[in-house]
């Protein structure tokens, strides 16, 4: 549960990053400057982040499963 919470908090925070720097930098479909384009990495791995540690407990999950009735 600490997992899903701690991904919560950081995607939250995550948007509130990406709305902040898309009004400073405008709401453009593509990037116009190399810190615009670091900004957006620092967005999308960031999420990419989030879900990995949010669906981490179902690996966990699916690791006792497979210890407890098959193995």
């Given at each position: 549960?600490?997992?899903?919470?701690?991904?919560?908090k950081l995607g939250?925070?995550?948007?509130?990053?990406?709305?902040?720097?898309?009004?400073?930098?405008?709401?453009?479909?593509?990037?116009?400057?190399?810190?615009?384009?670091?900004?957006d990495n620092v967005?999308?791995?960031?999420?990419?982040?989030?879900?990995?540690?949010?669906?981490?407990?179902?690996?966990?999950?699916?690791?006792?499963?497979i210890k407890d009735?098959?193995?």
């Amino acid at each position: 549960m600490k997992k899903i919470n701690f991904a919560i908090k950081l995607g939250g925070i995550l948007i509130v990053y990406w709305i902040v720097y898309n009004t400073y930098f405008g709401w453009n479909m593509y990037p116009e400057t190399e810190m615009e384009l670091n900004f957006d990495n620092v967005f999308k791995y960031g999420m990419y982040f989030c879900v990995w540690v949010y669906f981490l407990p179902l690996w966990d999950a699916y690791q006792k499963f497979i210890k407890d009735y098959v193995g």
